[in-house]
């Protein structure tokens, strides 16, 4: 360990803090694989509008509310004092004047100063078919990876005991992705998107038609009375995220006043996640001050589905599986196996600072859904179809905005409820605060409410947090959330409660500087691992993670990074666990170069797989990657991408972790021999 000191800090000596897109996205997919423990997860949907605005900068001047909120990087509160300030003062004239808005600090303008413009002219609002064919966007993504090493499911064996084994892959170990995309600014979008996950077939087998898994959208948005409408593949937001909700939606983070929603009703999928999304159509009208979204899906889902005579249909849905995988006999055999119905409406209503909602949606299922029962899931969804109803608020008051939404699911009469506000204290400090009450008999399929647990259900708890300008140069972010679960969950056999705090100081006097530091506890009850097999105690789990983060810019080509985390896992069932990462990261790009280099050499050392811990790793366009660092070892990547005639991207990236207390890697079929995984990753965008 103390090795790892000693380079660490002769490391920071050539650190550098480069702001734009690419820190924004680390900062909240970082967050994001601690708390679902996923390396890797596909959130193209989330970040395509974030995309478009750092190629095409919003111009706030004429800039509407729904397009401040889709960035997601401002509070309601700043969106209204840059509206009062234009509607009082006239259009900005310069960037710079974001300065005098009283709720703008520094940091929110740094924070969205890649996405956005201030220009006098007004963008052109009418469009007409030649227009749209002459100035869209073309876009094609080509995408192949790989691990280099030969893992236990490729074993090479007859083809005979392939077809009565569960532990041989059909397909081979390499990954296909494929997406076309046409988009006219933010008002057109149609695009085919195709996926072959490692070990599927392609083109054979299970997968005559190609690839394992297509999604294909047309979109339009920008109208009077029909504001939106898509056909195909799609997303829908309603509220805060306690009704419906599909796809992934960030909740804690360092941020700690962005913990309100601001829902887009209709959004195109344009993701590879073969199971967070809709299939069928969805307009949303609007008149005036209201609106209404009507949507309905059909779509065929994985499922493990069983035979009884007991049930109507002699068949039962005993687990529906998500992970879109199809490697095997057992997995191909589960493949759209149901179908899933959807279908809803929500009804909006917004005046001046004031807007509400009603929202209703049924879903439903071939077969009776019957899982397992153990004493954790005993109030879980059994039947064939339920109905949720919800109604939303969201209302800026002079510096405070208050937000909630209360939602019922009919199976059970489960309530779910959520309320907040944010209250800009002083243009120096900001509070935000939010109340959460979720039954442990409320449950639907789809919502993403602001949770500890991985659903919205079975949890009660109370967050605030608190963002101060110290000094100039100095921020702090800081928050705690209690939080309580009354009823059992998994490998937890008893009412639990739980909390986190976190706080993070940021040092940054100049542009070319900027430390901080972090401390984020976490105290889970799990059950103790100490057992006599009859009665199992549940026990405190304390998990402290400490950062240390400096940044210096050199140039304007060269970017270099350090941080040093340490994680330490208390319980008493259980020695004391340490873990600790030190990595260091170089990006060269030059201006007058097509190219780009992004290299990483970390160091690592955890005693256990608990004791992780999780780092954001640069890669190609689209491909969101947070690898999950354990026991003793090494890990080093390098991209590089090339830029050729303006319109080709090419992306080349090999990355390697060698283990030194390892002989293997991984458990059957996903096992490797050796101590080392090496990934490799080439990927080509061409844009017309």
């Not at 509407?64 to 009062?84: A, H």
């Not at 974001?98 to 940091?107: P, T």
């Not at 993701?271 to 001050?289: Q, T």
């Not at 986190?500 to 940054?508: D, H, I, N, S, V």
Request: glycine content about 6%.
């Amino acid at each position: 360990m103390r090795f790892y000191f000693l380079v660490f800090f002769v490391l920071i000596s050539i650190v550098t803090f480069s702001q734009g897109k690419s820190d924004v996205i680390q900062q909240r997919i970082e967050f994001i694989g601690e708390q679902l423990e996923m390396e890797e997860v596909d959130l193209t949907t989330v970040f395509d509008q974030l995309n478009y605005y750092f190629d095409h900068p919003l111009n706030l001047n004429f800039a509407s509310i729904d397009e401040l909120q889709s960035l997601g990087l401002l509070s309601d509160i700043q969106i209204k004092n840059l509206e009062l300030h234009v509607k009082i003062h006239g259009k900005l004239m310069s960037i710079f004047e974001l300065q005098s808005l009283k709720y703008w600090d520094l940091s929110t303008i740094e924070l969205v100063l890649p996405f956005v413009r201030v220009d006098e002219k007004m963008d052109q609002t009418q469009f007409n078919f030649k227009d749209v064919i002459k100035n869209g966007n073309y876009e094609l993504y080509t995408r192949y990876q790989t691990i280099t090493q030969s893992k236990s499911g490729y074993s090479v064996v007859p083809d005979s005991v392939k077809l009565k084994s569960n532990s041989y892959y059909l397909g081979n170990k390499d990954h296909y992705y494929s997406r076309f995309r046409y988009s006219y600014r933010t008002n057109l979008s149609i695009g085919i998107t195709a996926d072959k996950d490692p070990g599927e077939q392609f083109f054979k087998g299970a997968a005559k038609s190609g690839f394992d898994f297509y999604s294909v959208h047309a979109f339009y948005t920008g109208g009077k009375y029909i504001k939106s409408v898509v056909l195909g593949d799609y997303q829908i937001q309603i509220g805060q995220g306690l009704n419906f909700w599909s796809g992934f939606a960030f909740g804690k983070t360092s941020d700690v006043t962005n913990i309100k929603k601001s829902a887009i009703p209709i959004r195109p999928y344009t993701s590879a996640d073969e199971s967070h999304f809709l299939r069928g159509g969805a307009i949303d009208f609007g008149f005036k001050n209201f609106s209404l979204l009507t949507f309905a899906s059909n779509k065929k889902m994985d499922a493990i589905v069983n035979f009884d005579t007991n049930f109507i249909d002699n068949r039962f849905i005993s687990s529906i599986q998500t992970s879109g995988l199809h490697r095997t006999n057992s997995e191909i055999l589960r493949k759209n196996q149901v179908k899933e119905q959807i279908a809803g409406v929500n009804l909006r209503y917004k005046v001046r600072n004031f807007s509400c909602g009603l929202a209703t949606v049924y879903q439903g299922y071939t077969y009776f859904y019957s899982k397992q029962s153990q004493p954790y899931n005993q109030f879980d969804f059994r039947g064939k179809e339920f109905t949720s109803v919800s109604g939303d608020y969201t209302w800026l008051l002079k510096n405070m905005n208050f937000f909630g939404e209360i939602s019922r699911s009919s199976f059970s009469g489960g309530l779910a409820q959520i309320h907040g506000v944010l209250i800009a204290l002083d243009p120096k400090a900001s509070l935000s605060v939010v109340y959460r009450d979720y039954g442990k008999d409320y449950q639907t399929f789809y919502n993403n409410g602001f949770a500890e647990g991985s659903s919205t259900k079975n949890e009660k708890g109370i967050y605030a947090g608190l963002k101060l300008k110290l000094f100039n140069s100095f921020m702090l972010n800081t928050y705690m959330d209690y939080f309580s679960f009354p009823w059992l969950k998994y490998q937890v056999d008893k009412p639990s409660i739980g909390h986190e705090f976190l706080t993070q100081l940021t040092y940054k006097p100049s542009k070319v500087l900027e430390i901080y530091g972090r401390f984020r506890e976490q105290l889970h009850q799990k059950n103790s691992r100490n057992s006599d097999g009859s009665i199992v105690e549940i026990e405190d789990v304390i998990q402290r993670n400490y950062r240390l983060n400096m940044s210096y810019s050199i140039s304007e080509a060269v970017t270099l990074k350090s941080r040093v985390e340490f994680v330490t896992i208390h319980r008493f069932s259980n020695q004391t666990e340490q873990g600790m990462v030190l990595s260091q990261d170089i990006q060269y790009k030059p201006k007058t170069l097509p190219f780009d280099i992004y290299l990483r050499y970390a160091l690592f050392q955890t005693d256990s797989y608990d004791s992780r811990i999780y780092i954001y790793e640069s890669n190609a366009a689209n491909v969101f990657t947070i690898p999950a660092y354990f026991y003793k070892g090494s890990r080093a990547y390098c991209m590089i991408r090339y830029t050729c005639l303006s319109k080709i991207d090419i992306w080349l990236r090999y990355g390697s972790t060698i283990f030194s207390d390892l002989k293997s890697i991984g458990t059957g079929s996903e096992k490797i021999k050796g101590s080392s995984k090496s990934d490799f990753l080439i990927q080509i965008r061409m844009r017309l």
